[in-house]
């Protein structure tokens, strides 16, 4: 099992969230971030004016992925996001160890 913790474009988020759905995603946690890659914030803009601070809005999508669904997930994450220019975003895959679903105990890969 992988924790992929997926940073896109607000703008690109929505295109994302149907292009994960559409292979079959059923869950998943979204946190609205700030950030900055390598060009710290700058030679980005955000809804047509140049961010003068540091941090640029973002939107974090959480999933948790069996292993087997990993290279799809990624290609359909990727392909979905991608503009092209500066600040498209970037993925982490992070191994997960034990995934408990609360109401029933059930763990491991049934419990994703
Ligand atoms: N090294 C990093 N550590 C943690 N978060 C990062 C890192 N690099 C980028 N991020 C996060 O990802 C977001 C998008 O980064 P971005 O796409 O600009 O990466 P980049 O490496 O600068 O690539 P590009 O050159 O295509 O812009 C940032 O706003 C930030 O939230
Ligand atoms: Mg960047």
Do not use: C, W
């Not at 809005?57 to 996001?81: M, W």
């Not at 498209?88 to 997960?96: E, S, Y």
């Amino acid at each position: 099992m992988k924790k992929l913790e997926i940073i896109v474009r607000t703008s690109t988020f929505n295109t994302v969230k149907k292009a994960l759905e559409a292979i079959g995603i059923h869950g998943m946690t979204i946190i609205e971030v700030k950030g900055y890659g390598r060009q710290r914030g700058y030679k980005e803009v955000y809804r047509g004016a140049t961010l003068e601070s540091q941090f640029v809005p973002k939107t974090q999508i959480n999933l948790l992925v069996h292993d087997e669904g990993l290279p799809l997930v990624l290609e359909t994450a990727i392909s979905a996001a991608r503009t092209g220019e500066l600040g498209d975003g970037k993925i982490a895959v992070l191994p997960v160890e034990d995934v408990i679903r609360i109401r029933t105990g059930e763990r491991g890969d049934i419990a994703i």
